[in-house]
């Protein structure tokens, strides 16, 4: 889930809490000016900023229940996680901000508790007693997702909504602090945000760390590891132990230019741009005043198209005259790096492809391009889709055997590979059956645009077909 969808679900989620707290503001208002007007006591005035502070806290109360155990489904029925600071190892060895946020957003879900708790409750101005409130509160609704089926009880919440509390309650005593003295501490300021400011230098570490090394992380490893115990794990592949090698590439991305090459040979003006995430949509016209759309990737990908055109289905005699034309416009646009496969595709288009050549031990382009042509031989699509990958160097790779024992070891991601499996179904347990067919070297790109060897291992599960992804390099 990214930051924009979880936004989205907030203010989602908000909606029946603004409606609570506004019905509880409306109470205390009638409370207010039919009863505690008449009471002009200080009692009386300090149960009116209760009232107002319990309003707001049942509103939270709300949001997290809404969160947490209202709405939610029920296939994780007695699912654990026990492992301690798995969702942080996960997000480190993907490198990636969306596992991390997960684990960001349940420390922030708690803050609000910590800072609400010591005051409308005395008794929690006291850490033991608020550490006891915020931890029972997180065992209770982790203990009703496993029992309930509506999610996993996971140590990783406990502790990451038990840090939150912490956090909060440092907050309220660094704002009491504040309103006591009539001005900021430096020793309160940094006792009361040691936790923040120690995981802020964590995760400062980390990027150093990760800035030195010399490839990025895959999005294959996991830190969750199968219990291979009682599987029954079989073969008939010849399991090689010779080492082995095998080259790494990066992706170079270098659309500089895109615009106005297609301004200068398309005849097009632009009207508007908008930058989105580093993604670049432009509007554009031609001299007749006909609107089109250029969307650039920040992968490097790009696309053009009229946006009031519809093409037509054209017959194979209709299609063979256009073919020069295409060439002819290929040429004059010169953004093909290299001879390809040329294709006339049945719905009229044009394609050139260039295959993926991971043995080539050299700098090499891959991908596809197509053409879209009107019968007046003028462009109405063009969709880029080619990457160079710069050769970097051969690196040692795990040989078969090695592979097999990860296998063994249960050293592998569980991956979801079709939308109608379940959860469960990819759980391994003891009484499973597990025949490795097929172990082939592939590729995939890592956080820093390397572009990887991976071992793709398939065979069946239980009668059913199965397929892991392994990181090749050692």
């Known amino acids: 889930m990214g930051v924009t969808e979880i936004i989205n679900n907030i203010r989602y989620l908000m909606l029946p809490v603004i409606i609570i707290i506004v019905v509880e503001f409306l109470l205390i208002a009638l409370y207010y000016f039919f009863y505690y007007r008449k009471q002009q006591t200080d009692r009386k005035k300090i149960q009116i900023k209760k009232l107002i502070l319990g309003a707001l806290f049942i509103g939270y109360i709300v949001f997290v229940c809404e969160l947490t155990i209202i709405g939610r489904g029920t296939s994780h029925y007695l699912q654990m996680n026990l492992n301690p600071f798995s969702g942080y190892i996960d997000a480190w060895k993907k490198y990636s901000l969306r596992d991390l946020q997960n684990c960001i957003f349940n420390i922030l879900m708690f803050v609000p508790l910590g800072i609400f708790l010591p005051l409308i409750i005395v ?40 840090l939150g509390g912490i956090i909060g309650y440092q907050l309220y005593m660094l704002g009491a602090s504040i309103a006591h003295h009539k001005k900021v501490k430096i020793k309160s300021l940094v006792r009361n945000l040691a936790i923040p400011l ?43 132990s010779l ?35 580093g993604d670049r949509e432009i509007l554009l016209e031609d001299k007749a005043g006909v609107p089109s759309t250029l969307f650039i990737s920040s992968e490097g990908s790009w696309s053009f198209s009229e946006d009031l055109y519809t093409p037509e289905q054209t017959s194979l005699a209709e299609q063979e005259p256009m073919v020069d034309k295409a060439l002819a416009m290929m040429d004059e646009l010169s953004i093909l790096p290299q001879d390809a496969e040329f294709t006339v595709l049945e719905n009229g288009d044009f394609e050139w492809e260039l295959p993926d050549r991971t043995d080539l031990n050299k700098d090499y382009w891959y991908g596809d391009l197509s053409l879209g042509l009107k019968p007046d031989g003028s462009v109405y699509s063009l969709s880029y889709n080619l990457h160079k990958n710069q050769f970097i160097r051969e690196v040692n790779i795990l040989s078969f055997a090695e592979v097999y024992e990860r296998i063994k070891n249960g050293e592998f991601p569980q991956i979801k590979y079709n ?15 597990l025949d490795l067919e097929l172990i082939e070297l592939t590729y995939m790109y890592d956080t820093k645009d390397f572009y990887q060897p991976v071992y793709r291992v398939s065979g069946t599960f239980n009668g059913k077909s199965w397929f892991t992804l392994i990181q090749a390099r050692k």
Do not use: C, R
């Open 123 to 162: 008794k929690t101005k006291e850490f033991k007693w608020l550490l006891f409130v915020v931890v029972s509160t997180t065992l209770s609704i982790e203990t009703y997702q496993t029992l309930s089926g509506a999610g996993i009880f996971e140590l990783d919440d406990l502790i990451n909504n038990s």
């Open 198 to 240: 120690l995981m802020g230098l964590i995760f400062l570490g980390m990027n150093i760390i990760y800035a030195q090394k010399e490839f990025g992380h895959l999005a294959i490893n996991a830190y969750t590891k199968s219990n291979m115990s009682g599987v029954d794990l079989s073969t008939s592949l010849e399991l090689s």
């Open 243 to 277: 080492p082995a090698v095998a080259p790494v590439y990066k992706k170079m991305i270098n659309n500089v230019g895109v615009e106005a090459l297609l301004q200068g040979k398309l005849g097009l003006s632009e009207l508007s741009a908008q930058d989105n995430g």
């Open 419 to 433: 939308a109608l499996v379940q959860e469960e179904e990819l759980i391994i347990k003891k009484g499973d059956q």
